[in-house]
């Protein structure tokens, strides 16, 4: 089992940006897909973007292409998303997420561990 741990949530105005961190308990395997999630109130929780350990394929959605950046660092179990240019639809909570043993082709891909959530607020 891999715990997932999110900081960086915090109240910021509109064009501001913020840098999400998602932190795992343990190594996880070479080949794994690490993910951005995010859920605004009254949603349904939507991937804002993926990448693939070690080979860096990036997949992103339209409404944050060019804005948002996820990256990671296997040495120290982390991935984060960058968000540039932020605007208030962005407001929502946001989950990083693990797919084990396999990577993203589509941000419809099945994860296999969630963090439990980081607050955005932009206003």
């Known amino acids: 089992h891999v715990q997932l741990v999110e900081s960086g949530g915090d109240s910021v105005q509109a064009g501001g940006s913020l840098r999400l961190s998602c932190a795992a308990s343990?190594?996880?395997?070479?080949?794994?897909?690490l993910a951005w999630f995010r859920q605004a109130p009254g949603k349904e929780r939507v991937a804002v973007a993926t990448?693939?350990?070690?080979?860096?394929?990036?997949i992103y959605d339209d409404s944050v292409k060019g804005r948002f950046t996820i990256s990671q660092d296997n040495a120290k179990r982390q991935h984060y998303l960058r968000m540039n240019s932020l605007k208030p639809e962005d407001t929502a909570t946001y989950y990083c997420a693990l797919r084990d043993g396999g990577y993203c082709y589509s941000l419809n891909d099945r994860m296999d561990y969630w963090g439990k959530g980081t607050q955005v607020t932009v206003s």
């Open positions: 343990r190594f996880i395997s070479s080949v794994n897909c």
């Open positions: 990448i693939n350990a070690g080979i860096g394929d990036t």
